[in-house]
């Protein structure tokens, strides 16, 4: 506990704070999401997923609402375990989602920055498939 007398920091916790590697590679990052405009991207695909999943509360009694922004979703479901199965079989087509939120009743849709648009095209065809069979 004397070390905690020093003043400032606990220096004992900053094993990795500003590493230069770590450091390098955030900042390769930060270069790579603004040279591609990745979050221009993000708002021009999730426009196409808010397009696809606008619908779904009122096709489905189990989809409860649709919530979302550039490349992250949620579809909220009337159950934990619908989200669950939805997830399991979502991830037998191939495709990974991740049952979430504060209850366990949302499915959360979060692709990467850099997915192409016939991958996700393909991934909402393969939802769709899913919402509509549950």
Request: some cysteine; glycine content about 12%.
């Amino acid at each position: 506990m004397a070390a905690w007398d020093r003043g400032g920091e606990a220096l004992h916790t900053a094993t990795h704070l500003a590493n230069p590697p770590a450091c390098a590679a955030a900042l390769a990052v930060l270069d790579l999401l603004a040279e591609n405009d990745l979050p221009g991207r993000a708002r021009r695909l999730g426009q196409t997923v808010g397009r696809r999943l606008h619908g779904w509360p009122e096709r489905s009694p189990r989809v409860r609402a649709v919530r979302g922004r550039g490349l992250l979703w949620g579809i909220e479901l009337d159950r934990p375990e619908t989200a669950k199965g939805l997830a399991e079989s979502l991830l037998q087509r191939g495709v990974l989602a991740l049952a979430g939120g504060a209850d366990g009743t949302v499915l959360q849709i979060v692709p990467p920055l850099t997915i192409t648009e016939a991958q996700l095209t393909a991934g909402l065809d393969l939802l769709d498939a899913a919402l509509a069979a549950l």
